[in-house]
Every structure is written in C-alpha cells, then in structure tokens.
C-alpha cells in the first residue's frame, strides 16, 4: 500500500498503519489512505481521536453509504426531528437505521441499559430503587468517568465521604499534586479506614494506576523473554 502517496501527516501515517495491522489481525478488510480522514471525521471521539468502538458500531453502515453518513438526517419516529446518524442505533441484520432515536428509545441508549441491568440484579440481593432515563442523563453530568461514562461507584464514594467528612468536600478546596490544579474536595479519592483524603485528583490518580499496571506487565514480558 502507498502511503506516500496519500495526502497524510507523519502522525496520522503511523495511526493509519496501525489500525490496518489490527484490521489484518482480525482478518478484516483494510482501508485505503484516502478513506482515513474520512473515518476519523466520521467516527471521532471527544477528543478528536478515531473511536474504534464507534467505527465497530457503524462500520456496515460506512460501507453501505461511504461518506455520505455525515450528511445523513434521519427523522426520528417519536420525536419527529431529523438527526444524525449517531443518534441512531444500526441494525445490522436489516441494514438500516432504527427508527427512533436513542434521546426517545431509553432502552436503545447501551449505557442506560447496562446501568439499568445492574440495578435490576442488585435488586434480587437488597432493595435497590430503579433509576429513570432522565435521572440517568442527570446524575451521569454529575458522576462521570475520564471517558464521559455514568460513574455509580463514583457516586456511592461521594456519598460516603459526606458522611465521613461532612458536605465541606463541595465548599473547600485543595491543590492535586501531581496537575497542580485546584479541584474541590470531593474530586480526590478517598482512604475512609484512616480517614485520609488524598492528594492526587482522581483523574491523575486514574493514570497514575493505569501507568502502574503497564509498567507491570511490560516488566512481565521482558522477564519472560529473557527466559
């Protein structure tokens, strides 16, 4: 494959080749340079990265309408209005677009269905209130992950450091010491056994784990190499 050719930064290069290693992996079809742009404009994340989760999602779609998607308005059944297609589940077997979108079809919204799911077995064990789709789209501006996600152990910890160090956790402040960033109390993890707040936010504290684990596992393999 050419890609010298193609109209591509060093940088988007090096994505491109390691998305068509994975691709090739997996015995999939791999894409051409010029279709690269057009995917991560069509199925990009927050961030302005390729979601690989969206581009699984949608990707029968891709090959059915190419890069007409970004264009596409699909009228919602329920709520009458024309939205994108990301607002819409695919249907692979049928090929084509649900017919109402995910703001009106709660139980098409992947991330309400899993929160939901988890409410209903934690039911079967103690008394568990089921949450509304409404209060999921609430609580999840609230609680929420690095990557946007509902966060219900989140808010379990926040709660219980309201009933550890009383609500000072949303009025005072502290410096995280790794970004240096003042957050509120509450954005800091929590030790509840020496009843100790840390000093790392929890989005530092999350890659610091996360660094942890890689270095770990990286260390692994090279002894097993050296084996």
Known sequence: MKYKNASLSAEETRRFKILNRVRESKGMPEFEPEEYKQIVNLFSDKNGNLSGALLKVYE???IKYGYRLSSMKIPC?????????RLFRYIKNTGEFFDTCRDCNPSQHSGFYYVDRRRKLKLLKRPTPRMSFKQYRKEKLKYKDSANRFHPRQKDSI??????????????????????????????????????????CRGCESRRIAKYIRNRIEKGNSAKKRK
């Open 77 to 85: 059944k329920k709520c009458k209005e024309k939205k994108g297609f």
């Open 60 to 62: 029968v779609a891709y």
């Open 159 to 200: 709660q219980r450091m309201v009933q550890v160090f009383g609500r000072k956790i949303f009025s005072k402040e502290k410096p995280c010491k790794d970004c240096g960033n003042f957050f509120p109390l509450y954005m800091f993890p929590a030790n509840f056994n020496s009843t100790y707040i840390c000093n790392r």
